[in-house]
């Protein structure tokens, strides 16, 4: 009999590009660096608030700028991706939910997900306008 | 035995972050980013120094805007090392240091700078 | 009398013995509305080409040997139709993330392994005689791990999963889900044991949540959720395993 000579087929770099299901998981992932780029735009405006009128009158400028504006339009976008796919794969990390004796289908738990995230996202919309 | 990974803790926050930034952060984005700066609604109120002060020295202000700062930062920088081997990079100590490092240092700059705020 | 349909099937072919790497050979063959893709192969072998090598059995979904790849996805042979491919050409390919031993027959020594290692066993919660009787287990308490023992070990899941592809060490989808099959049975008491298994990085902690291995399960035995749950018994024990005395 002749000696098995196994072929191990190594992973291409491009291996996601072929399926649809995995663009979506690598879009997915790719939110991650823009979260926190936002984070990091965030933190820059409590330091120039820290600092003092001028500072934050600059911050406030510049974030009027178009190209500011347009990234944070951008952002918009990335972040509502991010909402919907994290709810999309939340079903999957949770034990069933088991109401009225019933076990919640996947597409309930999402859709609860994103009823909440509306309604968190109204709620800030509001209490911004009532600090100010 | 296999030693016991340390991911849960890194997991932990990510899972807080990703919860929190997919709740409330589009529309914190829109906030800071678009209404603020181009005065639409009330929260374009919140371009006037005072009233952004006011924010952040009220203590949920304070709270939220810390909470919203670091767990986006821990979020993104578990997914990202997570995810550098999807896209063909080999994720070793200099990779984990950027990463986690950066959402450290401005886990750290926020508790300065709401602190500087004032109360 | 209806025509004769062909279709084209582009068939991954390797034998070790003198071949340095992999190649396609084309088959075009005569097809029905009712055959299988597993059946075209048996055509091809029969009455085409006798070299080609392929896993079945049962031809019914149930065996789980017919796994392979068809037009990039993992697939069962006999629960996919030709109808659905023709014209073609049809790639099939082995397994994706295992070795190829011969043409579509792929080495799955390393899942064998993985499964021992998850003890797929009732360990008895209770020490129990046969003058006892049989276990009373309520169909609440089947519930809780019932879709988790449907699988059969097809290993589409395997094929479907990236991590495992790009890190053979991980313990992956289906043995995780037989992992909780038995922690999840009212008669089991081994669920500590079998998460030492678990708790490292190449245990659970290796899945990043892509979901694609629930996707192609021909069982909807749902692995993605059985290694999720998993990572999240997983963090709360890392979390408290302090808080328990001689531990």
């Keep these: 009999m002749a000696a098995r000579r196994p072929y191990v087929r190594p992973m291409q770099p491009g291996w996601w590009r072929r399926n649809p299901y995995f663009v979506r998981y690598m879009a997915r992932e790719a939110t991650a660096p823009f979260v926190a780029l936002y984070a990091l735009i965030l933190l820059a405006g409590l330091v120039c608030l820290a600092e003092g009128p001028e500072a934050w009158r600059a911050y406030i400028e510049a974030l009027q700028s178009r190209g500011w504006l347009a990234l944070h339009v951008l952002l918009v976008g990335i972040f509502t991706y991010h909402t919907f796919s994290w709810f999309a794969i939340m079903p999957k990390t949770l034990p069933p939910v088991i109401v009225d004796g019933r076990r919640l289908e996947a597409g309930a738990i999402t859709g609860a997900g994103l009823a909440a995230a509306t309604l968190c996202m109204w709620i800030l919309w509001i209490v911004a306008g009532g600090a100010a | 035995m296999s030693k016991r990974s340390n991911q849960p803790f890194f997991w932990a926050l990510f899972g807080a972050g990703g919860m929190l930034s997919a709740l409330v952060g589009a529309m914190l984005v829109f906030i800071t980013g678009i209404a603020m700066p181009l005065g639409i609604g009330a929260p374009g109120d919140l371009a006037a120094y005072d009233r952004a002060l006011a924010v952040a020295r009220s203590v949920p202000g304070k709270l939220f805007l810390f909470v919203a700062v670091s767990l986006f930062l821990w979020h993104a920088a578990h997914r990202t090392y997570h995810t550098l081997h999807d896209f063909g990079i080999k994720p070793g100590a200099i990779a984990w240091v950027c990463c986690y490092g950066v959402a450290l240092a401005g886990t750290l700059v926020a508790l300065g700078a709401l602190f500087a705020v004032g109360f | ?247």
């Design chain 3, 1 to 247: 009398m209806p025509d004769t349909r062909t279709i084209v099937l582009e068939v991954m072919r390797y034998d070790g013995a003198h071949d340095a790497e992999p190649r396609f050979q084309s088959y075009e063959i005569p097809f029905t509305d009712d055959m299988s893709v597993l059946q075209g192969l048996q055509h091809v072998k029969d009455h085409v080409d006798g070299t080609l090598t392929y896993r079945w059995s049962c031809r019914m979904a149930i065996c789980g040997s017919c796994g392979m790849m068809l037009d990039g996805e993992p697939k069962l042979a006999c629960r996919s139709f030709l109808r659905d491919f023709a014209p073609g050409p049809l790639r099939i390919e082995p397994l994706e993330h295992f070795p190829i031993e011969r043409d579509l027959v792929v080495d799955i020594g390393d899942f064998v392994e993985k499964l021992a290692r998850v003890k797929p066993w009732i360990e008895p919660r209770v020490a129990r005689a046969l003058e006892d009787g049989p276990y009373i287990q309520a169909p609440a308490e089947l519930d809780r791990f019932e879709s988790f023992s449907h699988c059969i070990n097809c290993l589409l899941c395997y094929a479907a999963c990236p991590q495992y592809g790009h890190d053979p060490g991980f313990l992956g989808p289906a043995a995780t889900a037989m992992l909780q099959r038995y922690n999840l049975d009212s008669r089991d008491g081994a669920a500590k044991e079998r998460m030492e298994v678990a708790h490292s990085e190449e245990g659970v902690w290796s899945c990043t949540a892509v979901g694609y291995c629930s996707e192609v399960c021909p069982k909807a035995v749902d692995p993605a959720n059985a290694v999720n749950r998993t990572k999240t018994e997983s963090a709360v024990d890392w979390f408290t395993r302090f808080l328990r005395r001689g531990d």
